[in-house]
């Protein structure tokens, strides 16, 4: 027993030791929440959004994206912590193992935040059934009827929306701007379900957007600085819908298919046109797709009926992404994605983004039954 405890002074520091604590804490709190919805949900709802809350308020101190300069920096990091650890163990044995034990408090509180601001969230009951939804598969008459609803509200937007001719639609205000009005609609949500809490946070223009184009993500949410990052050469319409969805998981609603529907719900609620139309525009090529995928000839006649405007800024959309098609970067960017999705127990990985398409179809069949 006394070589124990000497071996635990003299190779891992209180710090490091705490971390392992940490971990093991973390670990049961993963488990109980894989056994229990209802620990889930209070978890999320009270302990995890503090994490989450506290985090992102740190970072939004830093003007620029935290998480972008450490994931830039990491090839570096990598190298410089391997030619340290070599020295350390030609120093000493014991300066090599104190070195590596150094290196597994920091992988334990990697995976501790994880658990604690996000996994969790994972394992709680259903958006669905949080807001009274009946989440079940769609049919094509269903698929229709969303659409159309879809292109009714867009329609009702579309004059009060700046577009250049024959071509997108025109943001009509800065990033900056665009946030605060995100936020007003996120407060208006939070007191309509008090699941969603109030957070003042914004969200963060990627510097390399161009590059991270290439890995066809419009966005990112990063738990280990809290922070809700967004790539800014995607088209304007894209730009408030994407921001929401990162907002969302900043606010505990992890599932992809989950944030991108709260996104939507956040869009039709702001008092801005341009907002409300992005939420519109976006879920429509949710719905649209779906569609195309369910019954071309049904797709074909509902997409006749889209507003010229609303065609061309999607021809624009495709027009921009060529470019950005068929390279190494996304398919390993999607792969990963697609990996770390399925671990957490979405089990249609990627395509669980698509899946908001059920809720929107339940959400229209809610709006029409009132």
């Known amino acids: 027993m006394g070589k124990i405890k000497n071996a635990v002074k003299n190779y891992c520091p209180l710090p490091s030791l705490i971390l392992f604590i940490f971990v093991i804490a973390a670990g049961g709190v993963l488990l109980i929440s894989e056994l229990s ?47 340290v650890c070599i ?20 992988v334990a509180y990697m995976f501790s935040m994880f658990v604690f601001t996000t996994a969790v ?39 009060d929306i700046e577009f250049l ?24 949500l939070s007191d309509k379900y008090d699941f969603i809490p109030r957070l003042n946070s914004r969200v963060k223009p990627v510097a390399l957007s161009e590059a991270m184009t290439y890995t066809h993500m419009s966005g990112m949410y990063t738990y280990y600085t809290g922070e809700a990052n967004l790539n800014v050469n ?53 719905i649209n797709s779906a569609l195309y995928s369910a019954d071309y000839e049904t797709f074909a006649q509902v997409y006749q009926t889209l507003d010229v405007r609303a ?3 999607m021809y624009a959309y495709n027009d921009f992404f060529e470019k950005y098609q ?11 994605n697609d990996t770390y999705l399925k671990a957490q127990g979405q089990t249609e990985g990627e395509k ?5 398409v059920d809720l929107a179809v339940a959400y229209v069949k809610s709006m029409e039954g009132e």
């Open 37 to 83: 919805v209802g620990f889930s949900d209070f978890f999320n709802r009270y302990i995890s959004s503090f994490f989450r809350g506290v985090t992102a308020l740190v970072t939004c101190l830093i003007p620029f994206s935290v998480a972008e300069c450490v994931i830039i920096s990491l090839p570096v990091i990598i190298i410089i912590m391997i030619v």
């Open 87 to 106: 020295k350390k163990v030609k120093r000493s044995f014991a300066h090599g193992v104190r070195y590596l034990v150094g290196l597994a408090s920091v």
């Open 121 to 159: 969230a994972y394992n709680g009951s259903s958006l669905a059934s949080k807001l009274g939804l009946d989440d079940e598969p769609v049919s094509v008459d269903e698929l229709v009827t969303a659409a159309e609803y879809m292109i009714d509200k867009m329609n009702d937007e579309l004059d």
């Open 165 to 188: 001719y024959g071509q997108s639609s025109v943001m009509p205000y800065s990033l900056g701007e665009m946030n605060q009005k995100l936020l007003d609609a996120y407060d208006s």
């Open 234 to 286: 995607f088209p304007d319409y894209n730009l408030p819908y994407t921001a929401a969805h990162e907002l969302a998981h900043q606010r505990g609603i992890m599932p992809e298919n989950e944030a991108n529907f709260v996104a939507f719900l956040v869009c039709c609620e702001s008092d801005d046109p341009y907002i409300r139309y992005s939420g519109y525009m976006n879920m429509y090529e949710y």
């Open 311 to 313: 065609v061309y800024e």
């Open 326 to 336: 068929d390279n190494a970067a996304a398919d390993i960017s999607s792969a990963l």
């Open 352 to 356: 669980s983004y698509g899946m908001v």
